[in-house]
């Protein structure tokens, strides 16, 4: 945290305002803003000042000589400023583990730049609002894009997830980059079981249409689920829609990012968001599983040798030859299909021989021995059926397990977690079929699609 | 096609009831169905009457002997049946170029197995009303499940279009499996100028809820764009929502099948539906490219050394390198990343060196050259922006190309074209970029996205 300089400082001494205080931003193209201003961060350009308006989000204005700035009523006198930090006493203890996302973070919109706000001084700046309703406690695991995390630092989240229920938390709260959001909280619900409380990732996106962010109203709606409810699930919580302050709580197994830049970006996917945060407020709409008594029991073991595949015309057998290790998810077309020019190839993996007897080798030349082949779909929405059509019908003839309503990144993960704990083929594929942790249902709901398409008002 | 057995043929003689009358068929359940008794194929088991209803849909009766039947009105006598094939004279000539999916076909809804209807007759049976606004031809160029056509496939669909439409076609319909439809309809984009009239992809879902078949409803559409619209572009007309006669008409390059079982599985991604058929009418409701005079330019050639592969927490290195041959679209994550581990491979890739200068080898233990990497992203909606993250920078650097918006199975397949058509690094950097047949856009609407969440009403 540092003092504004250059035009920012110019504008702020002109009006006699300070951090604190609320203050109107009028720029010459007409827009003006109203709101607290924050603190300025080392990361930010020169040339934006960042003030939180009355709807949480923090918005950083760019402002030249033309701009003019007045303030509308002063800072609150420090010892009111106490209230940032209310006493923690009798509040339920959340921990806030960072990871390096773009939440609670500060960001350099003109580099994107991002820099962790990793004490409770600077969380108490981006969203005070937490410290009202919890006992936060802040510690940093790891600093890194989502995009580099890998199954290790799933592992390495699950421990420290344990590490705090066990001395004492009531919920933890993970802030995480979005590019991979889901394939951890995917992870982590397979990794944690019984759960004294909830265990919320969250996360921010940059919205590509405007400075504001929405790392501070995601970041207190995921507080009140680890404060408040009596979740003992994995889930993720983001903006709901993109107009509003209501966030959506989404089983961690079910979450999927579908785009890469609105804020409401996360959707539940054959499946509904078991619940929703508006104004502080945890609404639960779904069933849900409740927090148990503790101790959380960490089951972290998984086999890395899994790899993910999608089918498409053109692709080549001998592709899916060499990226098969120990196990593979085909994300395969509509209801679960391949073409028929690589069903020999799908047969060959999952028994280890070639048509005329010869062992598979793995794109190292090692001898691969059978695989196990996972078929999920790329349309993502719906189930596999692979009893519709004769390809399917031969597909599960060589031994492929269908991933029914799975998210081919659930069905990845799951198949690492399952060969980590045993290498019984029968086993394997009756845990493939079983419902674990919320990841696959018997029936999935059909309102949770939706399309874009808006029809024509008839004439 | 032939007549009733068992159990329907017991009861159709109770009732006196034939082919063409309109029937009452009362089940124990409460159900009950009213509609045209349509002719028994030879697919369908013997249990099934099949009624098309008022709104057009094809139903599958499960009848046995507590079904009851009743004769509403009497078919029209033989000479006014001359109706569904009313005379072609002056209509405009529209070719339906059969290619094996389950469009225009009986499908038996125990087994799956699907009978292309291939004959003028057999079509007018499932949808008598296509005859009404087009001179219809019918062709059989395959009899393949979608998910088996490859792009030796796709451009012997351009080839046979391109014959149509020099032989005088005002517009040519593809029935298509929906597997891959999307996949076909982006390479005909790609393979097929100066079109005199609109190339229309249609095909069915089967509802996984209930027995009745869209494919009537969908053809008729199809028909109808194919015979009255001024398109001069490669679209795919399929239901716009489950429970109305609306279809959507998508661009080729834009449209994704989104469901597994669905009506209206497909979507338009980053763009709105060029426009919607209602009972007949073509109504055209985003700017589209008009039909030219012709003729056709037929230009499918396409370099098929292209593969792409998802980017994921634990993809191997590797892998990336032995399926990378001329060219790769990479799904990246968010907004076009991977992890910082596989970045030295993507360098190794688009350079054909690895850090130690030695050569990169492909699967095939060939030496590779330099490659061609496009990013995309998994997330679908939205678009690449690989400025705002150093990760994303540092890919750019290595010689990434953006696909922006561009669905990743379309970036994969213009990648195939350009790559047909220059090796020019340059020019395949420049083609990669420019927009060619609207499979890209500066802008993506923001409109088209749709999420499934309800938000609850407030309390």
Redesign the interface.
């Known amino acids: 945290m540092a003092d504004y300089e250059g035009t920012p400082k110019v504008l702020l001494e002109k009006a006699g305002a300070g951090i604190g205080d609320v203050i109107a931003v009028s720029l010459p193209d007409g827009r003006s803003f109203q709101g607290t201003l924050m603190p300025h961060h080392a990361a930010s350009a020169n040339h934006i000042l960042t003030i939180k308006l009355s709807s949480g989000y923090n918005v950083g204005v760019h402002v030249d000589g033309s701009a003019t700035v007045r303030r509308v009523t002063a800072a609150p006198p420090r010892s009111a400023t106490a209230r940032t930090f209310p006493a923690a006493a009798g509040k339920p203890r959340v921990v806030i583990l960072g990871t390096g996302g773009t939440i609670a973070s500060y960001v350099d919109y003109r580099t994107?730049?991002?820099h962790p706000a990793t004490t409770p001084e600077e969380l108490a700046f981006a969203a005070p609002e937490i410290f009202e309703v919890a006992d936060v406690k802040t510690r940093v695991v790891f600093q890194m894009?989502?995009?580099?995390?890998?199954?290790e630092?799933?592992q390495a989240m699950a421990r420290e997830v344990k590490k705090e229920f066990d001395a004492g938390a009531r919920g933890v709260v993970i802030p995480h980059?979005?590019?991979?959001l889901s394939?951890?909280s995917a992870a982590l619900a397979f990794f944690l079981r019984d759960l004294p409380g909830p265990v919320v990732l969250v996360g921010s996106q940059?919205s590509?249409?405007r400075p504001s962010s929405d790392a501070a109203i995601n970041l207190k709606a995921a507080v009140d689920v680890a404060a408040t409810s009596d979740l003992g699930e994995v889930v993720a919580v983001m903006h709901?829609?993109t107009d509003d302050g209501?966030c959506?709580i989404h089983r961690g197994t079910r979450v999927r990012?579908?785009?890469?830049?609105?804020r409401?970006?996360f959707?539940?996917i054959n499946a509904?968001?078991l619940g929703?945060v508006?104004k502080g407020q945890v609404?639960m709409?779904q069933p849900y599983r409740k927090a148990g008594k503790g101790p959380v029991v960490l089951d972290e073991k998984i086999d890395?040798e899994?790899?993910?595949?999608?089918?498409?015309?053109?692709?080549?057998p001998?592709?899916l030859e060499?990226?098969v290790l120990r196990g593979v998810v085909i994300?395969?077309?509509?209801?679960?299909?391949?073409?028929?020019?690589n069903l020999d190839m799908v047969r060959t993996i999952s028994t280890g021989k070639h048509p005329d007897g010869s062992p598979r080798l793995r794109?190292?030349g090692k001898v691969a021995g059978p695989s196990y082949v996972v078929m999920g779909?790329?349309?993502?929405?719906?189930?596999?059926?692979m009893?519709?059509?004769?390809?399917g019908r031969d597909l599960l003839d060589a031994g492929c397990i269908e991933a029914h309503d799975m998210l081919p990144?659930t069905a990845?993960i799951k198949l690492?977690w399952v060969l980590g704990h045993t290498q019984d083929p029968a086993e394997v594929h009756r845990l493939m079929r079983t419902n674990l942790v919320g990841e696959m249902d018997e029936r999935s709901p059909?309102?949770?699609?939706?399309?874009?398409?808006?029809?024509?008002a008839?004439?």
């Open positions: 994107g730049a991002v894009f989502s995009e580099d995390l890998q199954p630092h799933w980059g979005t590019d991979t394939y951890t940059r590509s249409d709901a829609a209501a959506a990012k579908m785009h890469t830049s609105r409401d970006a959707q539940s509904l968001p929703f508006e609404r709409t890395e899994v790899s993910m595949i999608q089918s498409y015309p053109g692709l080549w001998d592709h060499k990226v994300v395969g077309t509509g209801l679960g299909h391949i073409a028929r020019r794109y190292d779909s790329q349309c993502l929405h719906g189930r596999t059926n009893n519709v059509y004769s390809t990144e990845y690492m059909v309102d949770e699609y939706a399309t874009g398409h808006r029809l024509p008839p004439q």
